[in-house]
């Protein structure tokens, strides 16, 4: 069946086995696949506090360990604390084959705003951290968040930082780093540390600045991990988007998600949900094949 030919029904209420026709890629030296599941959503209203249902909560874990998903992206300072915990409650001890990524470089205050945590002191406790709410002796893979600007990327050096996340690797509560929110420039200053094994940035069918840079990390085998697939899209954007997703009988977020898998191998998905439904609709998209002619209308979103 051409992707064309799907009804809206058939593809956005399917409940896949497993998300086994997505293809793999290599994460820190684990082949994990290509669509995984982004834990944030699980938190309180502005990821901060519990749930609102925690049960449902539990259920789209398991649910996501039931389906096949071997790679989750979570973090300490989603809650704090309470999506990690969340996860260990549900699934732990841990499938084999499951890659958790976590991310420190940041804290919440009392309200919940999001502040750089940067010191040495406040990495080693972020991934001290993640290890006893997740239940594990070793991270398998830490991410480290740059907070310059809360809102993007912006430049500035990150040997510091990373390097005390490099000791803790060293230390052995680490296998494998990566960065989050960072420009080309820090991307190069990083590799220079430490070997890097994912990027984690802002990117989608609207917001594209790392083009480049995935090309160039594809050709060194380096995952890069879009986050907010349909975030930043002005009015239009979305109108072009919800026109294709309509004539393919899917959602405007699975042709979004389609895109970035179609877009290069390299391409690692996080999409997150607190809805087991929802979910469903994401693990979809493994099945979704854009034609020609909707790749090429959508790349003219940019």
Request: net charge negative; aromatic share 4%; with cysteine.
């Amino acid at each position: 069946m051409s992707s064309s030919s799907l009804s809206s029904s058939s593809l956005s209420s399917s409940s896949p086995s497993s998300v086994s026709n997505a293809s793999h890629y290599s994460l820190g030296g684990r082949q994990v696949g290509r669509l995984g599941y982004g834990a944030m959503q699980l938190a309180g209203p502005g990821v901060f506090g519990p749930p609102r249902d925690r049960d449902a909560a539990l259920a789209v874990l398991r649910e996501v360990i039931a389906k096949g998903v071997n790679h989750i992206d979570t973090s300490d300072f989603y809650g704090p604390h309470i999506t990690n915990q969340l996860i260990r409650d549900a699934i732990h001890p841990y499938p084999d084959d499951l890659v958790i990524v976590t991310k420190i470089g940041a804290r919440r205050d009392d309200k919940g705003a999001w502040l750089p945590a940067y010191s040495p002191e406040a990495l080693t406790a972020a991934v001290h951290d993640n290890l006893r709410n997740l239940g594990l002796d070793t991270m398998e893979v830490v991410n480290l968040r740059i907070m310059f600007d809360t809102h993007g990327p912006a430049e500035g050096s990150i040997e510091a930082p990373l390097t005390a996340l490099a000791e803790l690797q060293r230390q052995g509560l680490v296998k494998h780093i990566g960065l989050s929110n960072i420009t080309p420039t820090q991307l190069t200053e990083g590799r220079g540390i430490c070997d890097i094994v994912c990027v984690q940035n802002h990117y989608n069918l609207a917001h594209r600045n790392d083009d480049a840079m995935i090309d160039a990390l594809a050709a060194d085998g380096i995952a890069y991990v879009p986050f907010f697939p349909l975030g930043g899209f002005s009015p239009l954007q979305s109108d072009t988007l919800s026109t294709v997703a309509q004539r393919l009988g899917a959602s405007p977020l699975q042709v979004a998600l389609a895109w970035l898998l179609q877009r290069s191998p390299n391409i690692l998905l996080i999409p997150g949900t607190s809805s087991v439904a929802h979910l469903h609709e994401n693990l979809a998209v493994a099945s979704l094949v854009l034609p020609a002619d909707a790749v090429n209308e959508l790349n003219g979103i940019a």
